[in-house]
């Protein structure tokens, strides 16, 4: 049987709950009243702490503890695009769907986006309107904002980008 463990951290923008296993992280979420365990934790949300820590510090730009969400072949793909999006840098919904060969699956880019259980490591917060608005982002407009302006923050020395 394979163990499931949960865990909060605080960030500057509010508690992130950690779940997964003694091999990946299964989700990293913004959602509150989740309830942590207390056994001891496997090294695997351990790493996930640290490296988490590290990103809101501003000195990892890079995740390499081991992730894993379940999902469709097509779910697969726009997150393993996700993955691709460079550090303080975004694409639209479009560009997107481009980079997985499907123009026309724009709406469905979206929605995917917006079930992405993996949140910053699988960076769905990088992903934007044509027009370069923010849209959309499960854990909140205001979050994506500041994902955003930290990283454009700690790349460039810039302060605000919206």
């Not at 003694?22 to 996930?48: M, N, W, Y």
């Not at 988490?52 to 097509?74: C, D, I, K, W």
């Not at 309107?129 to 020395?157: F, V």
């Amino acid at each position: 049987m394979i163990t499931e463990h949960t865990h909060i951290i605080n960030t500057p923008v509010g508690a992130l709950t950690i779940i997964g296993n003694e091999s990946a992280i299964h989700t990293l979420t913004f959602k509150e009243g989740q309830t942590p365990t207390h056994e001891p934790l496997p090294d695997v949300i351990r790493q996930c702490m640290e490296e988490m820590n590290e990103y809101f510090a501003g000195s990892l730009r890079a995740f390499t503890f081991p992730v894993a969400q379940p999902g469709t072949a097509f779910q697969q793909s726009v997150w393993q695009q996700l993955m691709t999006i460079p550090y303080g840098q975004t694409i639209s919904y479009l560009q997107l769907a481009k980079r997985i060969n499907n123009p026309k699956s724009i709406r469905a880019v979206g929605t995917t986006n917006g079930k992405n259980r993996i949140a910053i490591v699988v960076p769905c917060h990088r992903v934007i309107g044509s027009d370069g608005t923010l849209t959309g982002y499960a854990g909140g407009l205001w979050r994506k904002k500041w994902l955003l302006e930290h990283e454009i923050r700690q790349k460039s020395g810039s302060l605000e980008l919206f």
